[in-house]
């Protein structure tokens, strides 16, 4: 005899009740800890530790010995010095160099090929910066940046390549590469702050080890997505495996590399304009100094000539990235055109017009100023509102929630709960564990405040980007029109979007909110259009055979079908964000940000190592929970099984 089955309606009882027991557990186990632990709403001091006293006494013994002990004057010493020596030999070389032969140079490489807006632009863009009286910071900057980028790609292309041919070996890397990618790059300004001092080379270092990852990564996909039957033609022809390579796959890879270097070169701007917090030279200090003045029209110039250098190296690039011969000039072109730099440069310091004319004088940008105070005061009757709105409707609310009402154990709880029912135990106790490290640091409230801004200015950013993506990824002239537009938000360094939003909105948490929303929208608007886009034509048509309205063709495939490739625009947003905790505290936005300044100004080694792990650990619990919600929505197919 055979069991009898259970009744169907006790198969969808059971089904029920397993579809909302974990809900019914959190509720339960939260409304628990909140009754528990009632009056513990803040982490308890009691429990906070003190690495911040041994990191401080370690940070003091590694100042006092650094020009002493055998590993400084062995090993980071001289590469210091090395790393210095590059620095200075580019930007004093730039220098040295007329600033007309510097202008004519960098136009002549789009130029080359025939990209003759691109050259104009590169041409005005440099020029601007000399006239408004930086064209010794914007030498100081490329200078910090080649040195970066050198060291990058004598880095990247044999990382990329080995990792490209040693599948083992990418096994290894790659979560190295993640977590690179993951960290905000002024967290690793303390670390190399303490190893190398003040100056360029800690700042050079940390925009490498930011930088690095693009390179590496798209190394190693241009040679894979080599098509296999050039590697077996040569191999058939007797080629030897360095053979193939340097012959065939490089060569078949450059334009994947190139792209690699082109995002290598972008992220490093973003960062070393930062590195002016650990005494580097260049086009942030101006910047930081109009945002302590309050001369919001210095900082006005200063961030037109960063973005003035970032159009500069975005068109230089792309000019690079053109592999069609027919847009060449014939070499004879280009050897009568590095003749005539070459003559220029040494006319040029014969007559002495190497330096740029002083056109213009920082006083000239007074009236900038003025018309900043007129915008200010004229239009605090919208701005004022938004910024009260935002602050009392939005940003108090939700951090008294999680720092006054809720008890710390409920956030943990829940948090931990979130991430379990997501990605499973594994997430769930790094979360926990992290959180409750950060309680421990005695940052509880700090990180709390982090975390509201962060997700705050994602949700305001996601706000705009998914349904300008949605429209874009449906409208191809829509898109099209855009892309001058995103391209040039995504060229700018996040520290310019500071600048106007400080206009508006003085200072506090609202402008580097203001700002962030601008910095993270991009990448949500593309990833989005992308995958509304890309939407297979079969799935549409299916739609409109059935009958289904645009909208519901929208809602009901689109939307869903492109939902993992959002999703992974949703995580790109977060990230984003994150990167602007300490732009925001630049102007007194609080949290976290504000704390890695304070730790940057007077050398608080203890505290800014707390101040680190407490960022990468918010970094990678928002990371691994957005990524494992777009692999939730990824469709999986039935094996059968």
Request: glycine share 10%; proline share 6%; aromatic share 8%.
């Amino acid at each position: 005899m055979t069991a009898a089955s259970p009744p169907v309606g006790t198969v969808g009882l059971r089904s029920e009740v397993r579809r909302w027991l974990p809900l019914a557990g959190l509720v339960v186990g939260a409304l628990a800890l909140q009754l528990l632990f009632s009056g513990d709403d803040a982490f308890p001091a009691r429990w906070d530790s003190t690495f911040e006293s041994p990191i401080d006494d370690a940070g003091d013994w590694l100042r006092s010995n650094r020009s002493t002990h055998p590993v400084f004057t062995a090993f980071f010493s001289p590469l210091s010095r090395g790393i210095d020596a590059i620095i200075t030999g580019i930007s004093d070389f730039l220098l040295w160099v007329p600033w007309f032969v510097v202008i004519a140079a960098a136009a002549a490489i789009p130029a080359r090929v025939r990209m003759y807006r691109a050259a104009i632009t590169v041409a005005v863009a440099l020029a601007y910066t000399g006239v408004i009286g930086l064209w010794t910071e914007t030498m100081q900057t490329l200078g910090l940046m080649s040195a970066a980028v050198l060291l990058a790609v004598v880095i990247g292309l044999p990382l990329g390549i080995l990792a490209a041919l040693k599948p083992g070996f990418e096994t290894i890397l790659r979560p190295f590469l993640d977590i690179m990618q993951t960290v905000p790059a002024f967290v690793y300004f303390l670390p190399l702050f303490m190893l190398f001092g003040i100056g360029n080379v800690p700042g050079a270092v940390a925009t490498l080890i930011y930088a690095l990852p693009p390179v590496v990564r798209l190394t190693t996909l241009g040679i894979r997505t080599v098509p296999p039957q050039a590697v077996e033609a040569s191999q058939m022809y007797g080629a030897r495996r360095r053979q193939t390579l340097t012959k065939v796959q490089l060569p078949m890879a450059i334009p994947s590399i190139i792209t690699g270097l082109s995002q290598t070169i972008m992220l490093a701007l973003g960062v070393v304009v930062l590195a002016t917090l650990v005494g580097a030279s260049g086009l942030g200090s101006p910047v930081l100094q109009s945002l302590n003045q309050r001369r919001t029209g210095r900082g006005i110039a200063a961030g037109l000539a960063i973005m003035a250098v970032a159009m500069v190296l975005d068109r230089i690039w792309r000019s690079a990235a053109e592999r069609d011969p027919l847009k060449r000039h014939p070499r004879n072109v280009t050897l009568v055109g590095l003749g005539i730099l070459a003559v220029g440069a040494l006319l040029g310091r014969v007559v002495g017009a190497g330096s740029f004319p002083e056109v213009f004088d920082w006083t000239l940008f007074d009236p900038v100023d003025d018309v900043v105070t007129w915008i200010r005061d004229n239009l605090r009757w919208l701005t004022r509102p938004l910024s009260d709105s935002i602050v009392t409707w939005l940003y108090l609310p939700a951090r008294d929630l999680l720092t006054d009402t809720l008890a710390w154990p409920v956030v943990v709880f829940v948090g931990a709960w979130a991430c379990w029912r997501m990605k499973g135990w594994g997430l769930a106790l790094f979360t926990a564990s992290s959180l409750v490290l950060v309680g421990l640091f005695g940052l509880w409230e700090l990180s709390i405040d982090t975390l509201v801004q962060v997700l705050l200015a994602s949700a305001m950013a996601l706000a705009l980007a998914l349904p300008i993506g949605i429209w874009a990824g449906r409208r191809p002239r829509i898109e099209a029109a855009l892309g001058p537009i995103l391209d040039g938000l995504q060229t700018v360094p996040s520290l310019v979007y500071i600048i106007p939003a400080v206009i508006f909105f003085t200072v506090g948490v609202v402008p580097g909110i203001m700002a962030t929303v601008l910095y993270a929208m991009v990448p949500g608007v593309r990833i989005t259009a992308l995958g509304i886009r890309e939407v297979a034509t079969e799935s549409l048509e299916a739609s409109r055979t059935f009958g289904a309205t645009p909208r519901q063709t929208l809602l009901g495939v689109r939307i869903p079908l492109a939902a993992p490739t959002i999703m992974a625009g949703v995580n790109q947003v977060i990230m984003m964000s994150l990167a602007m905790v300490i732009i925001s505290g630049l102007v007194g936005g609080g949290g976290l940000g504000f704390e890695t300044v304070v730790v940057l100004k007077r050398s608080r080694f203890g505290l800014g190592f707390e101040v680190a792990v407490a960022l990468v650990a918010l970094a990678m619990i928002l990371d691994r929970f957005t990524e494992a919600a777009a692999d939730r929505l990824q469709p999986h197919r039935d094996t059968g099984l």
